[in-house]
């Protein structure tokens, strides 16, 4: 079976400063990674993911997340942070051999950029 | 790119009515869709599997028998709550994974906020 931790439960940044939002997970399988954004009484959306292929993965908003196999982790990561960019940020676990296509989601992180 | 829509977006009810919600695949066609339960600051928790001409595939501690799914065509899944109590108050979203089912990311309708008085 397939988890997703996000060991911290908030993340304070200040604006115009790198942030990072930790995620690690365990899968049988080959792993299918994700990053979602929810903003407050909105559904979830899609910011990256890793499928295969390079580590590092580009993805909206300027995000991007590197994914670490020895690690077992996928850090969201962005360079300089947003006030806009607070929000609740869930990892994402896929066991890539699960055609099923169940998602088992981390327990989210709270970023708040500080202006 | 893909977008699923939940009606309504929120309900008020008394205890003891059914409230449906429906979840609708607007620009691709869905034969799988998901059902998820948020809590206040928690994650989501996956519900049930709705599969379209096929029954639900229920995860363990869901109540199939409260939370009815029936997914009609390949764009329309609904969650009946039935007998719906204050205890069932919460954040209900719908998840469809579209075209390639290897690499889609799967695209999530806006929610469902259930609050029963």
């Known amino acids: 079976a397939q988890s997703v931790a996000q060991p911290e439960d908030q993340v304070n940044v200040a604006e115009g400063n790198p942030l990072t939002v930790k995620c690690t997970y365990s899968?049988?399988?080959?792993?299918?990674l994700f990053w979602y954004v929810q903003y407050p009484n909105r559904g979830l959306q899609f910011l990256l993911k890793?499928?295969?292929?390079?580590?590092l993965v580009k993805g909206s908003y300027g995000f991007e997340a590197e994914f670490n196999k020895s690690q077992t982790s996928f850090h969201l990561k962005k360079p300089s942070a947003l006030v806009s960019d607070s929000a609740l940020y869930f990892c994402?676990?896929?066991?890539?051999?699960?055609?099923?296509?169940?998602?088992?989601f981390g327990p989210g992180t709270r970023l708040s950029v500080l202006p | 790119g893909a977008v699923v829509s939940q009606h309504p977006s929120w309900v008020i009810c008394k205890s003891g009515t059914s409230v449906k919600i429906e979840c609708r695949s607007l620009?691709?066609?869905?034969?799988?869709m998901f059902w998820y339960r948020q809590f206040p600051k928690q994650s989501l928790m996956l519900m049930a599997t709705?599969?379209?001409?096929?029954?639900?595939?229920?995860e363990q501690g869901v109540e199939k028998d409260k939370f009815l799914i029936n997914h009609a065509s390949l764009t329309l899944s609904t969650l009946t709550v039935t007998s719906a109590h204050p205890e069932d108050s919460s954040f209900y979203i719908c998840?469809?994974?579209?075209?390639?089912?290897?690499?889609?990311?799967?695209?999530f309708g806006p929610g469902t906020r259930l609050t029963v008085l």
């Open positions: 998840s469809a994974p579209p075209g390639d089912r290897e690499l889609s990311e799967q695209f």
């Open positions: 899968v049988s399988g080959n792993p299918y």
């Open positions: 890793y499928i295969t292929g390079d580590n």
């Open positions: 994402a676990v896929r066991d890539g051999q699960d055609y099923g296509q169940n998602f088992v």
């Open positions: 620009d691709f066609q869905a034969t799988t």
């Open positions: 709705s599969n379209e001409g096929s029954k639900a595939t229920y």
